[in-house]
């Protein structure tokens, strides 16, 4: 199992959410096979996201397509504000 965090800042955790929500059906279509989106305490505009790939070949299609352009203007229409950050971890 992989597991990818996804951390960026959004302008509004609400509407943000409407918009994550609007495309979790995506998501399994892309190798997604579990999410959470988890916000900090100390700031809640600050948004950590879960996925977790069978494959890290899955995580790292994902990746690649998040880089495209197409994808981070939809992140930014989403209210991600500022860098997006992917980091992949193994699950044992």
């Not at 700031?43 to 690649?64: C, P, S």
């Not at 939809?74 to 971890?89: H, I, N, R, T």
Request: charged share 15%; glycine share 6%; aromatic share 8%.
């Amino acid at each position: 199992m992989i597991t990818l965090l996804v951390r960026h800042q959004v302008a509004d955790f609400d509407s943000w959410m409407v918009a994550y929500t609007a495309q979790r059906g995506q998501l399994a279509a892309l190798g997604v096979i579990r999410d959470a989106a988890l916000r900090a305490s100390a700031d809640g505009n600050d948004v950590v996201v879960v996925h977790e790939f069978q494959t890290m070949e899955a995580a790292e299609a994902f990746v690649a397509m998040a880089n495209q352009h197409d994808m981070q203007e939809m992140l930014k229409s989403a209210g991600v504000c500022g860098p997006v950050s992917f980091e992949l971890f193994t699950n044992f």
